[in-house]
């Protein structure tokens, strides 16, 4: 079963940088889409982006532009580059693989973004 474990999160001013990486065990990573969802307080968990096999990626409207999906098959891990936060885009952000069978989470990691 694929284990994630999301990492990278943190306290930022608005305008700065993170890379969340997902680090994931237990399965064969490169046969997975990667996905990137998060969660703010008191909303719906929403997508975010995502990353296929084959390398085609895909955003939400509002990350278009500043965040960039990657992956490393060779690690074992998928990242989510974040560049000009904005408060807005304080959440829980959890890593997510989908194959056609199913879906494994992460536990999450909290980006907040605040001056």
């Known amino acids: 079963q694929l284990q994630l474990v999301e990492s990278g999160g943190g306290l930022v001013q608005p305008g700065s940088s993170l890379r969340l990486s997902c680090a994931a065990a237990?399965?064969?990573?490169?046969?997975?889409?990667l996905g990137w969802f998060r969660q703010a307080p008191g909303k719906e968990r929403e997508f975010v982006a995502l990353?296929?096999?084959?390398?085609?990626?895909y955003y939400t409207d509002s990350v278009k532009g500043r965040f960039t999906i990657s992956r490393d098959n060779a690690k074992n891990t998928a990242y989510l580059q974040m560049n000009s936060l904005k408060p807005e885009d304080t959440a829980v952000y959890y890593c997510?693989?989908?194959?056609?069978?199913?879906?494994?989470w992460g536990q999450g990691t909290q980006v907040t973004v605040s001056s």
């Open positions: 237990g399965g064969p990573f490169g046969l997975y889409a």
């Open positions: 997510v693989a989908l194959n056609a069978f199913g879906s494994y």
């Open positions: 990353i296929h096999r084959t390398g085609d990626t």
